[in-house]
């Protein structure tokens, strides 16, 4: 049980296109999802906190329009790179958390996103 | 906010060899996991362990939270053991969660 699945694993676009990135709990509700940005031999850094039904909570220095999320069900919630720059080059992987909304459940990860911008 | 500091931050290990690998956090916390990195990047669950002694065959992980520590022990180390091992805590009224800065280990043949 709490599987998390990431469509797509790779993609690479063009500099100024926008890639969106699926994140689903498979087999579990998930309230509250989490995106991470990870960047070669670097740690996991919290980009944002996705809550079902509500805004987003971004973490400092993360532009909330150029990273869109959007948890429009239980199950999926959605990362879309706007204008996308080679910068933003990255492996992205969003997170599920178990239970309810508030509670200090385990979180389960999906395999995680590589997006290259050329 | 919280920091967390894993140590030591690169292991070798000949296979059969016995590790230990701490997470430090600053501040109290809600809970915290230990994760495998495999080298394609997924992250496994290896424990939830907000306090106390938890062990999976052979991994064993005990935190002491009052004294703000973790420690992951990996007995008779295999090759599939190599990968990166974080620990992450949730702290904080928001819930925020920040992983440790890793641990890479290496067991070689």
């Known amino acids: 049980g709490a599987v998390v699945s990431q469509h797509p694993s790779w993609v690479i676009c063009k500099s100024g296109t926008s890639v969106k990135i699926e994140c689903r709990s498979l087999?579990?509700?998930?309230?509250?999802m989490f995106w991470y940005r990870q960047f070669p031999k670097q740690s996991l850094m919290l980009m944002a906190t996705?809550?079902?039904?509500?805004?987003?909570?971004?973490e400092q220095g993360v532009e909330k329009d150029k990273f869109l999320i959007n948890h429009a069900s239980l199950t999926l919630s959605t990362l879309t790179v706007t204008s996308a720059h080679p910068e933003d080059s990255s492996f992205y992987i969003c997170?599920?958390?178990?239970?309810?909304?508030?509670?200090?459940?385990?979180?389960?990860f999906g395999p995680g996103t590589r997006l290259t911008v050329l | 906010g919280i920091q967390v500091e894993q140590s030591p931050p690169d292991l070798i290990l000949q296979e059969g060899a016995n590790s230990t690998l701490r997470c430090n956090f600053s501040?109290?916390?809600?809970?915290l996991q230990w994760f495998h990195q495999n080298p394609w990047g997924q992250l496994i669950n290896l424990f939830y362990?907000?306090?106390g002694t938890k062990q999976n065959g052979r991994l064993s992980a005990t935190t002491v939270a009052t004294e703000r520590y973790s420690l992951l022990y990996i007995s008779s180390s295999q090759t599939t053991d190599s990968g990166v091992y974080f620990c992450?805590?949730?702290?904080?009224?928001?819930?925020?969660?920040?992983f440790g800065t890793g641990t890479k280990l290496q067991v070689i043949p």
């Open positions: 997170s599920a958390r178990v239970g309810l909304a508030g509670a200090y459940n385990e979180q389960f």
């Open positions: 996705s809550n079902e039904g509500s805004k987003a909570t971004y």
């Open positions: 501040d109290s916390v809600n809970n």
């Open positions: 087999d579990f509700q998930a309230t509250t």
């Open positions: 362990i907000p306090s």
């Open positions: 992450a805590v949730l702290s904080g009224g928001y819930q925020k969660v920040t």
